[in-house]
């Protein structure tokens, strides 16, 4: 207050506005306009939310529009195109994690199928080993029953 009781207005600066808080911004307006709300009432609305004067929030959202013959343009509700490329890395790095291991588990399950061939042979050769010595010995006893 200056002296005579009349207010010295102090211009706030205002803390810097992030992207969250410029989409919030954006959506609320957009939403607003497509329900029919007016822009006042829009602005009121996204600066109780942010903390921040309507004032403010007006001021920014013409920041953050180009308009070009009546149409709006929103610039600032663009992707972040380096966190869609750090996560579609992230999705390249992890599919070919994935591959790897398909490949790995591909050639454990050829060698496994090899090593149950090779048993199944094995056990079928024991089987017929087994078969003819059954006969032999059936033939040797009749021989001997005779």
């Keep these: ?34 329900l029919g709300i007016t822009p006042s009432r829009s602005f009121a609305k996204a600066a109780m939310k942010l903390k921040r004067s309507p004032h403010d929030c007006i001021i ?9 013959k009546g149409s709006v343009t929103i610039t600032a509700n663009r992707p972040d195109y380096s966190h869609l490329r750090e996560r579609i890395r992230q999705l390249e790095q992890k599919l070919d994690t994935n591959q790897t291991q398909l490949r790995e588990l591909i050639k454990e399950n050829r060698r496994m199928r090899d090593e149950m061939r090779f048993f199944e042979i094995m ?13 032999k010995k059936q033939s040797h006893a009749r021989l001997h029953h005779y």
Aim: glycine share 6%.
């Design 1 to 34: 207050m200056e002296d005579g009781g009349q207010r010295k207005e102090v211009q706030d600066v205002s803390r810097p506005w992030t992207m969250k808080e410029d989409r919030f911004l954006l959506s609320v307006v957009d939403q607003g306009r497509q």
């Design 60 to 68: 920014r959202w013409k920041a953050l529009t180009v308009r070009d």
């Design 123 to 135: 056990l079928l050769e024991e089987y017929q080993l087994l078969i003819s010595l059954l006969e």
